[in-house]
T-cell receptor, first 116, second 118 residues
Framework: AQKITQTQPGMFVQEKEAVTLDCTYD???????LFWYKQPSSGEMIFLIY??????QNATEGRYSLNFQKARKSANLVISASQLGDSAMYFC?????????????FGKGITLSVRP | ETGVTQSPTHLIKTRGQQVTLRCSSQ?????VSWYQQALGQGPQFIFQ???????GRGNFPPRFSGLQFPNYSSELNVNALELDDSALYLC?????????????????FGPGTRLTVL
């Protein structure tokens, strides 16, 4: 079974500053993928970034980067140069690459508020 | 490229009724997954359909059922609605039902259907 833990309370960041959102995970699968999604108040889950467990380098997608520490089972999201539109819920998720389906297991999410 | 669409956007039902939610997958995708997201929680996996067959199921009772059609669109049916079924129902489409140690298996979500059971 997989488990995602996101324990930070609501996070606040000043516009144009960087912020780190924490995620730890637990799995017995040898091969897996880690994902971050953004959910604005409209409800749609927006894919941000992906990290494979065997990827040698940390993933980056524009202003988003993933600080992947496999031994510590952590996959923190770093958002650089925060913008007001980054205010939303952020979910960390994972899926194993073994097994018959691509079920995503999500954490409870973190609320990020960007201050002008 | 057409994104994932869901209908209806909002729905109000009463206890004991039945509901059908619909999802059109992104162009080129053959897998649809359904998730239930209660208020203040992360999405919970209901089930997944790959090439018209159920390909995995989460911890949901049999009154949650689904279908996938030849064009890969999908329906989620919930019978005998309960108050706790009130939630945002998210549909996600992806390419491939399993495996893949590389990227390309991201799930892309629709805007969701908000169901309220009174």
């Amino acid at each position: 079974a997989q488990k995602i833990t996101q324990t930070q309370p609501g996070m606040f960041v000043q516009e144009k500053e960087a912020v780190t959102l924490d995620c730890t995970y637990d799995t017995s699968d040898p091969s897996y993928g880690l994902f971050w999604y953004k959910q604005p108040s409209s409800g749609e889950m927006i894919f941000l970034i992906y990290q494979g467990s065997y990827d040698q380098q940390n993933a980056t997608e524009g202003r988003y980067s993933l600080n992947f520490q496999k031994a510590r089972k952590s996959a923190n999201l770093v958002i650089s140069a925060s913008q007001l539109g980054d205010s939303a819920m952020y979910f960390c998720a994972m899926r194993p690459f073994t097994g018959a389906n691509s079920k995503l297991t999500f954490g409870k999410g973190i609320t990020l508020s960007v201050r002008p | 490229e057409t994104g994932v669409t869901q209908s209806p956007t909002h729905l109000i039902k009463t206890r004991g009724q039945q509901v059908t939610l619909r999802c059109s997958s992104q162009s080129g995708h053959n897998t649809v997954s359904w998730y239930q997201q209660a208020l203040g929680q992360g999405p919970q996996f209901i089930f997944q359909y790959y090439r018209e067959e159920e390909n995995g199921r989460g911890n949901f009772p049999p009154r949650f059922s689904g279908l996938q059609f030849p064009n890969y669109s999908s329906e989620l049916n919930v019978n005998a609605l309960e108050l706790d079924d009130s939630a945002l129902y998210l549909c996600a489409s992806s390419l491939g039902g399993s495996g893949g140690p590389s990227r390309g298996h991201e799930q892309f979500f629709g805007p969701g259907t908000r169901l309220t059971v009174l």
